[in-house]
């Protein structure tokens, strides 16, 4: 039997990735960008944004995110595409609408053309939780980024 595991160093200075990122809450998805860009920067990726390994896609808000993810992944270019959003329950069911969408939405795009769609967004109570997860305690943008690495990693292993 054999063991597949996908490793973080893996032709890191040629792959190319595509950062989907809310606006909603850019107070904690632009922290969650930078801790996704430190963690690339660091492996290898050159995150400049006239540089030829990565894009970045701006939208309204993390509703819009699986739609855009699809046509990049989609789209062949893209080894990996890496969604950042979050989204903070208010006092109305919006909450309930955005995070079920955001998370149905980059599932399928993963799921309808193969290409790792990494899921980077955040759901929380409180802004205070969202800040914490961004750079206060800890900055989950890092992890997202290493899940890319691994995902395009891995498939480039399977049968
Ligand atoms: N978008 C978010 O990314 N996070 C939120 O918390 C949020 N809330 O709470 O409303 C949010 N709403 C905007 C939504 O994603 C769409 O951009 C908007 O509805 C237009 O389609």
Redesign the pocket.
């Known amino acids: 039997m054999t063991t597949f595991e996908g490793t973080y160093n893996d032709h890191t200075q040629t792959l190319k990735l595509a950062i989907v990122i809310?606006r909603?809450?850019d107070l904690v998805t632009s922290k969650l960008l930078a801790g996704c860009q430190d963690c690339l920067k660091r492996h290898g990726v050159d995150i400049s944004t006239d540089g030829e390994q990565v894009d970045y896609v701006w939208v309204?808000?993390?509703?819009?995110i699986g739609l855009v993810a699809k046509r990049l992944a989609a789209s062949g270019t893209y080894d990996a595409v890496i969604c950042l959003?979050?989204?903070?329950r208010?006092d109305t069911p919006?909450?309930d609408y955005?995070s079920a969408e955001v998370s149905k939405g980059v599932a399928a795009a993963g799921f309808q053309t193969g290409v790792p769609v990494i899921f980077g967004i955040l759901t929380t109570d409180t802004m205070q939780q969202a800040l914490e997860r961004a750079g206060i305690k800890s900055n989950l943008g890092w992890g997202y980024g290493l899940s890319a690495l691994e995902m395009v990693s891995l498939l480039k292993k399977l049968p």
């Open positions: 809310g909603f809450n309204p808000g993390s509703f819009e959003g979050a989204v903070i208010g919006h909450f955005v």
